[in-house]
């Protein structure tokens, strides 16, 4: 098992360099820069201004410079917020994604596992149909248009929740974007487990368990339901990556002041080190976290470790 987590750390390692190296180039091949649009700002000052953040390097020596920084656990300063690091701006905001992404995340599991479950158990019923249905139509639509629905019709007719995070107290501000967040990966996981599932019950274990006069509840749960979550956990960490990067969208659409909203600010303002900042943090939260679902897969299903 030690070999098997060791692999997967190596294979991660490269991953995580390139989408470094690509974010680099392409946020410095956007055209203007973090103080060409300060319109006070004379063309000598701007220039030692890039001078002072050493702008006017040759890139490549940026980008060694960079990676040296991150090596040594330094994002660098924002250029748009003074006397700030971009590590204290994503310490400051993290604490609201990573409440909004777990709390999306385990919904999305609960109520994904739940309603594949009982779609699997009554195939081709009415609910499974409904639970089918829904589960297209929560793949099918985005984020940034569930998101402006759920307002107008909880917020602005019904006016049972809060329609953005100022002002609003308590955990009733959560509802509207932990479901946003949750509603496309319910849908996602709620077919995987059906169709994972209905192939379960029809293998030759479950037949010999059925014949020992098992029920039907004991047979899902103790024989059935541990094989049918392989492709669930397989799914989790394109899982986390969605919601994450959806959180960008949800952030900014409900005013939550976590790690999204600040990216949207970053990349409006050309601030360079906080959005290449937040990518960095975003890439190696997304490896870490399919390291993790690797290794919990392996510990699920040995043949795994010694293919």
């Known amino acids: 098992m030690l070999r098997y987590t060791l692999l997967r750390i190596l294979g991660a390692i490269p991953t995580?360099?390139?989408?470094?190296?690509?974010?680099?180039?392409?946020?410095?091949?956007?055209?203007?820069?973090p103080f060409a649009d300060d319109r006070v700002v004379s063309p000598d000052i701007e220039a030692n201004l890039n001078t002072a953040y050493d702008l006017d390097d040759p890139l490549p020596k940026q980008f060694l410079r960079y990676v040296g920084g991150l090596l040594r656990g330094d994002l660098g300063p924002s250029f748009r917020y003074v006397d700030r690091s971009v590590s204290?701006?994503?310490g400051g905001a993290l604490p609201y994604s990573l409440m909004l992404g777990a709390a999306a995340m385990s919904l999305a599991l609960v109520l994904g596992v739940g309603a594949g479950t009982l779609a699997a158990l009554r195939q081709d019923s009415v609910l499974d149909r409904l639970i089918m249905g829904f589960s297209m139509t929560g793949i099918s639509i985005p984020v940034f248009v569930v998101a402006p629905a759920l307002i107008l019709l909880f917020a602005v007719k019904l006016k049972w929740l809060p329609a953005g995070?100022?002002?609003?107290?308590?955990?009733?501000?959560?509802?509207?974007?932990?479901?946003?967040?949750?509603?496309?990966?319910i849908a996602y996981i709620a077919r995987l487990t059906r169709a994972s599932l209905i192939d379960v019950l029809g293998r030759d274990f479950i037949r010999t368990a059925r014949a020992q006069g098992l029920g039907t509840a004991t047979v899902v749960r103790v024989h059935a339901l541990k094989p049918a979550m392989l492709p669930v956990l397989?799914?989790?960490?394109?899982?986390?990556?969605?919601?994450?990067?959806?959180?960008?969208?949800?952030?900014?659409?409900?005013?939550?002041?976590?790690?999204?909203?600040?990216f949207v600010r970053g990349a409006l303002n050309r601030d360079y080190t906080l959005v290449l900042g937040i990518v960095v943090f975003y890439a190696s939260l997304i490896v870490a976290l399919n390291l993790v679902v690797d290794v919990l897969y392996g510990v699920i299903d040995p043949r795994v470790r010694y293919r």
Not at 16 to 33: D, E, R, S, Y
């Open 88 to 90: 204290e701006l994503i």
């Open 165 to 185: 995070w100022s002002g609003a107290p308590g955990v009733g501000r959560y509802v509207l974007p932990v479901v946003t967040l949750a509603l496309p990966q």
């Open 16 to 33: 995580l360099l390139l989408v470094i190296a690509l974010a680099f180039v392409m946020v410095h091949a956007a055209p203007g820069g």
């Open 234 to 262: 397989s799914y989790l960490g394109p899982a986390i990556a969605a919601i994450l990067t959806g959180s960008v969208v949800v952030e900014e659409v409900f005013g939550i002041p976590g790690v999204g909203q600040f």
